[in-house]
């Protein structure tokens, strides 16, 4: 088959696509009646502290306190048929037993068609459109909180529990004044917001394609990840760090504890107000400064392949050979080590004022 026929087979195969959609969408449409079509589900349940878990096709989902003192459940879909209204109505699932609560949305075939359901809505003239689940924790809460969506964005503000675990595989996650032991965080694509957080141990975000942002973080182990965006963070407490960006900027302010920081490609700067344990940061292509108090007692060895390293810091025993630096303080037998490389690329150890 020659490129002529085998195009005009695809224009045509692709014209009958189109053709069945926009069919689809118009019976969708004289199937719309409004507000009769609105799946809408409402309870609260006495809690025992029972683990919560969500698992959701699609969606965006509000977690927040209780007022109540009781798991309070939200849900809210507006439908484009009525086969759509039984899909949400036979595969919407609240199960509740003595360890745990179970809120469920199965997938919806007419979720796969995005376009269909956009155009079935433009035909019928209906534009108000609301999507979401609400849950509202009580105040105390000391079970597990572990949120999974494929599509929707995620936002938890003001709820306590154990172990959180949130992931998002298409969609943004945003977590505010939060206490728990520890938070777990995921996003394939979206990105990662956290504010105002307590966390007795580990705090983990990773991201494949988005930024990480954090303000306001308190916790023993923070650990950040980033294939494809930006980290940035300020007004961080912890006792060991480690944050690291395949493609993209590290930025980090903070009592950041035994450090390891990296960025394959992009440049990393990091403050630390305090400093409690050894550094170690490496950047592949891109600069690298740290800013570190000027009464810190330290070792440093640098290495660059291919740029220069500079410090402001009056050190005692120097020693710069070819693509290296060694320094030390008077007292650095009493400090910490840091260990700074670069592949091509700048780096500076620089006095912070």
């Excluded at 199937?31 to 409402?42: A, K, L």
């Excluded at 996003?187 to 983990?204: C, Y």
């Excluded at 504890?257 to 992009?266: I, P």
Aim: aromatic share 8%.
């Amino acid at each position: 088959m020659n490129n002529g026929k085998m195009i005009g087979l695809l224009g045509g195969l692709a014209l009958v696509f189109l053709i069945v959609v926009v069919v689809s969408a118009i019976t969708d449409a004289q199937n719309y009646e409004g507000d009769s079509v609105t799946f809408e589900y409402t309870d609260s349940f006495e809690m025992e502290n029972q683990a919560i878990e969500v698992n959701f096709s699609s969606e965006n989902i509000d977690i927040y306190q209780s007022n109540t003192g009781k798991l309070e459940v939200y849900f809210i879909r507006d439908c484009n048929s009525k086969d759509e209204y039984e899909e949400y109505q036979n595969n919407f699932d609240v199960n509740v037993t003595d360890s745990k609560v179970e809120i469920s949305l199965d997938d919806i075939k007419h979720d796969r068609w995005r376009f269909n359901n956009f155009l079935s809505r433009l035909i019928a003239g209906n534009f108000n459109f609301e999507s979401r689940l609400e849950l509202g924790i009580p105040e105390g809460f000391e079970g597990d909180l572990i949120v999974t969506v494929s599509s929707g964005n995620i936002m938890i503000e003001d709820v306590s529990s154990t172990d959180m675990n949130v992931k998002a595989s298409s969609g943004n996650i945003v977590v505010n004044d939060i206490s728990t032991d520890q938070l777990e965080l995921s996003a394939s694509s979206g990105n990662i917001e956290v504010f105002s957080i307590d966390a007795d141990n580990m705090l983990k975000a990773v991201t494949s394609s988005g930024r990480i942002t954090i303000d306001g973080i308190t916790c023993d182990e923070l650990v950040l990840r980033a294939t494809s965006g930006n980290i940035s963070g300020e007004d961080i407490i912890a006792n060991m760090t480690s944050a690291d960006t395949s493609s993209g900027r590290l930025s980090l302010n903070g009592e950041m504890g035994e450090g390891e920081f990296g960025a394959s490609s992009g440049n990393v700067e990091v403050t630390y107000t305090e400093i409690q344990g050894d550094i170690e940061a490496h950047a592949s292509s891109g600069n690298v400064r740290f800013s570190i108090p000027k009464d810190t007692e330290f070792e440093l060895f640098a290495e660059f392949s291919s740029g220069n390293f500079n410090t402001d810091f009056d050190l005692d025993h120097v020693d710069v050979g070819d693509h290296q630096y060694y320094g030390e303080t008077k007292d650095a037998n009493l400090g910490i080590q840091i260990n700074i490389s670069t592949s091509s690329g700048n780096s500076n150890l620089d006095e912070m004022h």
